[in-house]
């Protein structure tokens, strides 16, 4: 299994700013962070480093795809840098984007 920490190092690096940039975005606010974890822990990546971490990986990944970046090229990026398998990366940014990520 992936580290969380190795995911949230990752996302963590992408993701400067991401609270004022989703507030400021105008979009409807969409966080359910219980939901996350729980669909992150279902889908077999564990989750060491704690939930703050895995949250905030997610966050990361909300804030590249409101500015821009294709769900496709973060979870690319995703595999390529976090050892997460090609599958885990785009389940993870499914999740997050169906978890956490603002809506509009």
């Known amino acids: 299994m992936v580290s969380s920490q190795r995911i949230a190092r990752t996302v963590a690096a992408i993701s400067v700013g991401v609270t004022a940039a989703l507030l400021s975005s105008g979009a409807t606010a969409h966080a359910d962070e219980n939901d996350f974890l729980r669909d992150v822990q279902n889908a077999g990546m564990d989750n060491p480093g704690g939930n703050q971490s895995i949250v905030q ?4 990944v909300c804030h590249e795809i409101a500015y821009g970046v294709t769900p496709n090229k973060v979870a690319e990026h995703l595999w390529h840098v976090s050892h997460l398998t090609e599958d885990n990366a785009s389940m993870f ?10 809506r509009g």
């Open 57 to 60: 990986a997610g966050y990361g």
């Open 93 to 102: 940014v499914n999740l997050a984007q169906s978890d956490l990520c603002p």
